[in-house]
């Protein structure tokens, strides 16, 4: 290990690692503290069958992509990003974005210590104004909430095409480089989308996601593609 290396190493990896692991641990802490007050200081507690059935359905999707998202986000959020974006959450449709703007900007290869430290401050920094943005827009937007709301409004219809728009933006920044690692996941795409487009995120990510791994693995054995262009 090289000074740099280990320098990075005891200056960010570790008390990142320590601060993350806290925070999380206190945020799990805090989510019971809610029920609790209502239990003990009002004494309201839901059915216990209810509760059950909640949970079940809250877990079954939970525990697919509890365990995908972070093995998959993880290479562009970094360390420090992964524990923010996790913890405060609009992971794919804000901090994802932020964190490969950030990097491409600064001209970081992901996976350095460089793509982790800019990618940390960048997502930081999305926070602060992520907050900034929704007090004044709310502030700005409720006398008209009533007119934005509805399935039918340009504005809902409008909202409906940001996922999809993130989707292709990010994509069409990691394809520029390496138009080669497309062909699997998009065609995947085109192939679910005309057999069913109404599937759920949840179900189409995860396997998606691994074969395009290995599809890219087996590009970059093949010396089809170069490391240097993936990430």
């Known amino acids: 290990m090289d000074s740099k290396e280990k320098l990075f190493q005891e200056h960010f990896v570790i008390p990142v690692q320590r601060a993350g692991k806290y925070t999380i641990l206190l945020a799990l802490v805090c989510l019971f ?3 609790l007050y209502l239990y003990f200081f009002h004494g309201l507690i839901p059915p216990l069958d209810a509760t059950m059935r909640s949970l ?5 999707f939970m525990a697919v992509m509890g365990v995908i998202e972070p093995i998959v986000y993880y290479p562009i959020l970094g360390l420090g990003g992964t524990y923010m ?8 449709n804000l901090r994802v974005p932020v964190s490969a703007t950030v990097q491409q900007v600064v001209g970081a290869k ?5 793509a982790e430290i800019a990618s940390t401050l960048g997502i930081a920094g999305s926070l602060l104004a992520s907050e900034i943005v929704m007090i004044v827009g709310v502030a700005a937007f409720l006398p008209f909430l ?12 409008a909202l409906e095409q940001v996922l999809p728009a993130l989707f292709g933006a990010l994509g069409g920044i990691f394809l520029l480089r390496t138009p080669k690692l497309g062909i699997v996941p998009l065609g995947l795409g085109f192939i679910i989308a005309f057999i069913n487009s109404d599937l759920s995120y949840s179900i189409v990510i995860p396997p ?6 290995i599809a890219a693995r087996i590009m970059y054995k ?10």
């Open 208 to 213: 998606m996601v691994i074969l395009s791994i």
């Open 146 to 157: 009533s007119q934005l709301q509805g399935s039918g409004t340009a504005m809902a219809v």
């Open 222 to 231: 093949r010396k089809w593609v170069k490391g240097e262009g993936m990430m």
């Open 110 to 114: 992901e996976g350095t210590p460089e």
């Open 85 to 92: 974006s996790f913890l405060v959450g609009n992971v794919l």
């Open 33 to 35: 503290l809610p029920g």
């Open 56 to 60: 079940i359905a809250v877990w079954a």
